[in-house]
């Protein structure tokens, strides 16, 4: 089954741009958070020492 693109207006307010654009970095925060973590997980198993 073929995907349907979302379907947006053609132009959006400056306001809903900026709402996408703090969306999109709330969750690339989030996700460089949990990078962050598993990176340290790992570095502490390695060398042995608890993660911070």
């Excluded at 703090?22 to 598993?38: D, G, Q, R, S, T």
């Amino acid at each position: 089954m073929p995907r349907r693109k979302k379907q947006e207006p053609k132009e959006m307010t400056e306001v809903e741009k900026l709402k996408k654009r703090v969306e999109f970095l709330e969750m690339e925060n989030a996700a460089l958070k949990k990078l962050k973590a598993l990176v340290q997980e790992k570095e502490a198993r390695r060398t042995g020492s608890r993660p911070k």
